[in-house]
Nanobody, 115 residues
């Protein structure tokens, strides 16, 4: 089983940028498709960016062109570079495999976009 720890969230103004980090407890990125998910209050978590072991990336329409997923091949860390942030990006961001493993969810990291 793998565990994830997310970090890097915070308060940012519209149009600003943040980089989130996701550290895995073991080498998972070379073997599984992993994703950044986000959750709005009262809603389920949905993936917004995913990365497979061959480094193929995919994005939800809502973040395409603004967010970039990547990983550090020397460490068990995945990143989400978020640019041109909008108030509607305000959410808690998590990482997990696809399909998600209920026992692998971390605490998430809060991203708030507000002026």
């Amino acid at each position: 089983q793998v565990h994830f720890v997310e970090s890097g969230g915070g308060l940012v103004q519209p149009g600003g940028s943040l980089r989130l980090s996701c550290e895995a407890s073991r080498d998972i990125f070379a073997f599984s498709t992993v994703a950044w998910y986000r959750q709005f209050p009262g809603n389920e978590r949905r993936w917004v960016a995913r990365l497979n072991p061959a480094d193929k990336v995919d994005y939800s329409d809502s973040v395409k062109g603004r967010f970039t997923i990547s990983r550090d091949t020397t460490k068990n860390i995945m990143y989400l570079q978020m640019n041109n942030l909008r108030p509607e990006d305000t959410a808690v961001y998590y990482c997990n495999v696809i399909p998600s493993d209920p026992q692998s969810w971390g605490q998430g990291t809060q991203v708030t976009v507000s002026s």
